[in-house]
């Protein structure tokens, strides 16, 4: 199985820059960005496949790219907001539908520790 882990988290005022890191020990099919707050369901962010050409991301501020040479998952944050502010999931799965990778949390059986992001007003 895929182990993750993610790294990049931290502490920044409204309007700052995070940029999160996720190494695969392999390269999985899909690759995804989930985030949660206390009290609220697991969001799915952003998605990218190792053959699906289209990355997708929920979120006009945020970019998913992969560095498949270093089976390196990047999501750059920008802009950030309080609202924000969560912890923030590196996600592998092997679930596809049509080439395209899901963006739910359903279909992703390895999951990273997490990693904090934290945005001040």
């Known amino acids: 199985q895929v182990q993750l882990v993610e790294s990049g988290g931290g502490s920044v005022q409204a309007g700052g820059s995070l940029r999160l890191s996720c190494v695969a020990s392999?390269?999985?099919?899909?690759m995804a960005w989930f985030r949660q707050s206390p009290g609220k369901e697991r969001e799915g962010i952003a998605v990218?496949?190792?053959?699906?050409p289209t990355p997708r991301s929920v979120e006009g501020r945020f970019t998913i790219s992969k560095d498949n040479t270093k089976n390196t998952l990047i999501l750059q944050m920008n802009d950030l907001q309080p609202e924000d502010s969560a912890m923030y999931y590196c996600?592998?799965?092997?679930?596809?539908?049509?080439?395209?990778?899901?963006?739910?949390?359903?279909?992703?059986?390895?999951w990273g520790q997490g990693t904090q992001v934290t945005v001040s007003s």
């Open positions: 996600a592998a799965g092997q679930t596809s539908f049509g080439g395209r990778c899901p963006l739910a949390y359903e279909y992703y059986n390895t």
């Open positions: 392999r390269n999985p099919l899909c």
């Open positions: 990218i496949g190792r053959t699906d």
